[in-house]
């Protein structure tokens, strides 16, 4: 019976021993997150260090679980954006606030630059850079969504469908609109960028020719599409100056490596695609898998291109993939020539998610799959053992 005993503390020093020493020497594995948990990033401080002082009003009382969240949210500001006064006020006690601002929650904030401002509805970094972009710099500028060509479906009920991402940005505080297209259409002044979601149908020369038009003006463009669409769309590939290239590729393993061009530079989340369409072209490479390009990006006169051989991407179903959104939101910003903020972290709790790399996949698909079952197996025979002992032992006479 001592022995019994003495061999399961004997074996349960052993397993703790383990344990301690695992923690001690075995590499530590740092799991990627598609947020950041603060902001170490020197573009996000240098663009920080330059707004002026700004005021806010938190909807919610200081001592509260709201207010809380909140100051916790906005900690990681006050190194680097020190002229912020920071006001909390309980909605309750002011109900014309609530009115006018359309507040729907305790913990939304109102910023204001003097007489101008704009509602935070969400603890979201990037809603916040948006928001402070687009009340210091009200001409931001549209995109417009070309409909009319039997494209992508634009609403959030259908899973191929873009709906999800315009409501998105639209959060984000960009500016959009889906406009069908038409022979003599004149877009206003403030349009920026053009996109093409996967257009089905050939785009018609006028529609050529009026795509030119609008990239002499300045205006930039933006062609999503699919391995069953491009090859349908000659006039665009001429357009772009790229040629598809066979055979289409099917989903691919999530990217983590990207080319160094200035809408990938510093991006190191994990993107998820299906249904690639390789082409090649004179454009600079963007996106590619095992050589094999599937978007380019160009600079013509003052307009910027950028064709994307996958539209699935960024549609309701992906799009909460990894870093799916926050390259999304890349793209839209390098065509909007707001170079400045594309390097901003993302940091959308909607986009939480941990991804490992291949080696650390390994070692826990190891240890879960070949280490965990030796380890009961050495178990096990180690209690048959000791039992098959005992039971020897007992029966001598």
């Known amino acids: 019976m001592k022995r019994s005993l003495l061999a399961k503390l004997t074996w349960s020093a052993v397993l703790i021993g383990s344990v301690i020493l695992s923690a001690l020497y075995v590499p530590q594995i740092n799991l990627n997150s598609a947020y950041f948990d603060d902001l170490d990033n020197t573009d996000v401080k240098q663009w920080l260090s330059q707004v002026p002082p700004l005021k806010i009003e938190v909807m919610a009382g200081a001592d509260s679980r709201a207010g809380a969240y909140v100051a916790n949210f906005l900690a990681p500001l006050n190194d680097y954006w020190s002229d912020l006064t920071v006001h909390y006020l309980d909605p309750a006690k002011h109900p014309e606030k609530v009115r006018d601002y359309g507040i729907k929650a305790r ?66 505080n960009y500016s959009v609109s889906a406009l069908t297209w038409q022979p003599d259409m004149a877009l206003p002044s403030d349009v920026k960028v053009i996109m093409l979601a996967s257009p089905g149908i050939e785009l018609s020369e006028a529609a050529l020719q009026w795509l030119q038009q609008q990239l002499a003006q300045g205006i930039s463009l933006w062609w ?49 695609w299906q249904g690639v369409a390789p082409f090649s072209g004179s454009g600079d490479t963007v996106l590619q898998h095992n050589g094999q390009v599937f978007a380019t990006a160009q600079s013509v006169k003052g307009a910027r291109m950028l064709m994307v051989g996958d539209s699935d991407f960024m549609n309701n179903s992906l799009l ?78």
Do not use: C
């Open 107 to 172: 913990g939304e904030m109102i910023v204001y630059d003097g007489d101008q401002s704009f509602v935070l509805s969400d603890l979201s970094y990037e809603t916040l850079f948006n928001g402070l972009h687009q009340l210091l710099n009200p001409s931001q500028g549209w995109l417009v969504v070309l409909d009319g060509f039997a494209g992508q479906n634009l609403h959030a009920d259908n899973p191929d469908g873009l709906g999800s991402w315009l409501k998105t940005i639209q959060q984000l």
């Open 224 to 272: 999503l599409s699919n391995p069953g669409e491009i090859s349908q769309q000659p006039r665009l590939s001429v357009l772009f100056d790229v040629l598809p290239a066979d055979p289409p590729l099917p989903e691919i393993a999530p990217l983590q490596q990207y080319p160094d061009h200035a809408i990938t530079r510093q991006f190191s989340y994990p993107t998820t």
């Open 320 to 397: 909460n993939s990894g870093g799916n959104q926050a390259l999304s939101l890349r793209m839209l910003d390098w065509l909007m020539h707001h170079d400045h903020r594309i390097n901003l972290p993302d940091l959308s709790a909607q986009q939480t998610g941990l991804f490992l790399t291949r080696h650390q996949l390994l070692l826990i698909s190891g240890l879960l799959l070949i280490g965990m079952p030796l380890l009961a197996m050495l178990v096990a025979l180690i209690t048959w053992y000791q039992n098959n002992r005992q039971s020897r032992l007992e029966q001598k006479p």
